[in-house]
């Protein structure tokens, strides 16, 4: 089974219509739908925005579901001029930009008891998310994703972010969902689609966008169920 995770219910309507044989149970707010998508069985949750919901919701999948790969798709804000609006960043890693214990003398980002600054997605996904994205007509970048709860607009905060943990995009769900996928010994993958520019200015208004990048991101995740999952 396949786990698929959005904060908005924008980016997991299209595909919980695509569905085929559901059922569905509400856990913490939460609602999970199971059922067959591209002939693959598939659980598919909104669990809201931010670092806690995004946590709550992949551990209570992983619980419930015990899902082969997590996958975390959405939108985000690009942090290289490679990756404008519409583009995809496909995560090697993820990182929390917002965890901080250095007046203690840990690096910033290092997550306390584990002792991890990055989580790795898993390759084979990587790879086979930028074959989908290629073959839907569209352009990925890999990188490292950052992750916080904030949302980061300003150009000052992007570039402390790059320098500190060299990132491709920022975005609010992505590394809890890996903290979580790790400790549980789960294979995960992060999917984003880009919401603005390098220069910070959107070349779509936002509503728009929301349409734009959930269809973008249904393709791509159809395709990857069709072809590789």
Do not use: W
């Amino acid at each position: 089974m396949i786990g698929i995770i959005g904060a908005m219910q924008s980016e997991t309507a299209a595909l919980i219509a695509a569905m085929t044989d559901t059922t569905s149970e509400t856990v913490s707010g939460v609602t999970y739908t199971k059922g067959i998508l591209e002939g693959k069985e598939v659980v598919v949750a909104t669990s809201g925005i931010g670092k806690v919901f995004a946590a709550v919701c992949a551990q209570t999948m992983i619980l419930c579901y015990a899902p082969s790969l997590l996958i975390n798709t959405g939108v985000a804000g690009t942090l290289t001029t490679a990756l404008s609006v519409g583009d995809v960043a496909v995560a090697s890693s993820l990182v929390q930009h917002d965890m901080d214990t250095s007046p203690l003398g840990d690096p910033v980002g290092l997550v306390s008891g584990i002792n991890k600054i990055y989580f790795d997605a898993d390759g084979r996904a990587v790879e086979a998310f930028c074959a989908c994205v290629q073959a839907e007509g569209g352009k990925s970048v890999v990188g490292t994703v950052a992750s916080g709860d904030q949302f980061i607009a300003s150009p000052e905060k992007k570039k402390a972010i790059v320098e500190r943990f060299c990132t491709v995009a920022c975005e609010m769900e992505g590394a809890a969902i890996a903290h979580v996928a790790f400790i549980n010994g789960t294979p995960f993958a992060v999917l984003r689609a880009i919401s603005d520019s390098a220069d910070g200015e959107a070349r779509v208004d936002y509503p728009t966008f929301v349409k734009l990048a959930a269809a973008r991101s249904v393709a791509v995740l159809r395709r990857y169920l069709r072809e590789f999952a």
